[in-house]
Structure formats: C-alpha cells, structure tokens
C-alpha cells in the first residue's frame, strides 16, 4: 500500500480544457468521467504548485457540477464522497492520472456503495485505455 495520494485539482480553465482535449471519456447513466495521464497535459507550468514535492503522488481531480444539480451542500457533499471513491482507490492502484467528474441528475438518488463500484469501475476502464 503506497502513503497517502495528494489530490489536486486543475486551477484555472486553461489547465481544465488541456486536460479535456486529451482525455479518454467513460460515459454511464450516473457519470461522465475523462481521465488522461498527467505527462499527456501540455502545460506542466499550469499544474506547478510551490507545495508540492516531487517525491510524493500526486493525482489531479476535477469537478463539474452544475447548480441544477441541488443546492451548495448537495454538490459539496457529492465532491467530498468523489475524492473519499478516489483516494481509496489510488491508494490501491496508484498511476499518475489527472480525472474530470461530471455527474448526471440520477446520482442524486444512487447510496454511496452503488457509486463507488461505478466510480471504481470507470477509473479501471480508463486506466486500460491509457495503458498504465
């Protein structure tokens, strides 16, 4: 078991749309997700922070969450359950990997189980068409 993964999101709306243009897409009636590897991003200097070291794993999450979604604490409570899904599984099956999560009006009813098998499944799906 490797330590603790750092997930990092995408700052600014360049780093998002170079992450998107490159990415492998898994559509499913609960999620879209676009996955591609953080070499594959073209503008390192985007990604940069002063904080992080070059020693530790990283990997990038990224949410787009519409307000017809629900209210603020129906979307943050989405993204905390996302990042909980993503860190246990990188903590397993570590790969560099920079992740786009679009969620579809059915997740609100899923319970938390159901999604993370979706989830788990979606980012092993796209780990294969990466070649990780």
């Known amino acids: 078991m490797l330590p603790k993964i750092q997930l990092l999101s995408l700052k600014n709306q360049k780093a998002f749309d170079c992450s998107a243009k490159k990415s492998v897409k898994f559509t499913s009636r609960l999620f879209v997700l676009l996955a591609t590897t953080i070499s594959n991003l073209a503008v390192p200097e985007l990604l940069s922070n002063k904080k992080i070291h070059q ?12 307000k017809k979604y629900g209210k603020a604490n129906k979307r943050n409570l989405l993204k905390r359950r996302i990042r909980h899904i993503v860190q246990l599984y990188m903590q ?6 920079s992740l786009i999560f679009i969620p579809r009006f059915a ?6 189980k159901i999604l993370k098998s979706e989830l788990t499944l979606a980012i092993s799906w ?3 068409k990466l070649v990780l």
Do not use: G, Q, W
Not at 55 to 66: H, Q
Not at 92 to 97: L, R
């Open 55 to 66: 020693d530790k794993f990283l990997a990038y999450i990224s949410f787009k969450v519409s």
């Open 107 to 112: 997740l609100k009813t899923i319970e938390y």
């Open 92 to 97: 397993e099956n570590y790969s560099p990997i």
């Open 126 to 128: 796209c780990k294969k």
